[in-house]
């Protein structure tokens, strides 16, 4: 069956920027500033509106996924992105701080530990995990392979269950570092460098 998710149009926005410039200049010329979750809410929106420039595809920002009798928590992505024709899930994405704070980082495998489990909750049936951390400019990331090795390796919840990481055959793995330039009270998210 053919996939709707085409990456490369996924992979070419992010590295345009077309849409982004076009739907988000608050993003790209305005700048917007780091105060609560603007930045977040900014992201998650942008990532959410790829989605819906796909044919036959649609995208929700923050929805819920559960499974009915799982065993596992609801969790809700930033984005989830949904077959039009059946109503599947295709993609769920998550858009999230990276800084080198002990809080930052067990918050950034939080994120990762919510994709892996709507994955399962999804019973392994995506096309795509998207996982985009963002960072000041000069913020480097030096940690980010061993952060990201849950959606491969997979991980033991607090249960004592593992939920083993994706099958790399059915479902893609994208991973990318969006970088804030300018200051506090004027940010924009011009570069959308990928990492995996």
């Not at 989605?51 to 996924?65: D, H, Q, Y």
């Not at 489990?117 to 996982?131: G, R, T, V």
């Not at 061993?146 to 607090?158: A, P």
Request: with cysteine; charged share 20%.
């Amino acid at each position: 069956m053919a996939k709707l998710i085409d990456q490369e149009f996924v992979r070419q926005e992010f590295k345009t920027g077309k849409l982004r410039r076009k739907v988000f200049p608050m993003m790209t010329d305005y700048g917007i500033p780091d105060r609560s979750e603007t930045v977040h809410s900014h992201g998650l929106n942008y990532i959410t509106a790829i989605g819906r420039e796909l044919n036959n595809v649609t995208a929700i920002s923050e929805c819920p996924i559960n499974a009915p009798n799982s065993y596992l928590d609801t969790v809700r992505p930033d984005s989830v992105w949904f077959d039009l024709e059946n109503n599947q899930p295709l993609l769920v994405a998550e858009f999230e701080r990276y800084n080198n704070s002990a809080a930052k980082q067990k918050k950034l495998k939080e994120k990762l530990k919510n994709l892996l489990i709507a994955y399962h909750q999804l019973d392994c049936c995506l096309e795509s995990i998207l996982f985009v951390y963002w960072s000041y400019a000069g913020v480097t990331a030096n940690n980010i392979q061993d952060i990201t090795t849950i959606i491969d390796e997979g991980l033991t919840l607090s249960t004592g269950k593992y939920l083993s990481g994706i099958n790399s055959f059915e479902t893609n793995y994208m991973v990318y570092h969006a970088v804030a330039n300018g200051n506090r009270n004027n940010l924009k998210l011009n570069q959308w460098i990928k990492v995996r």
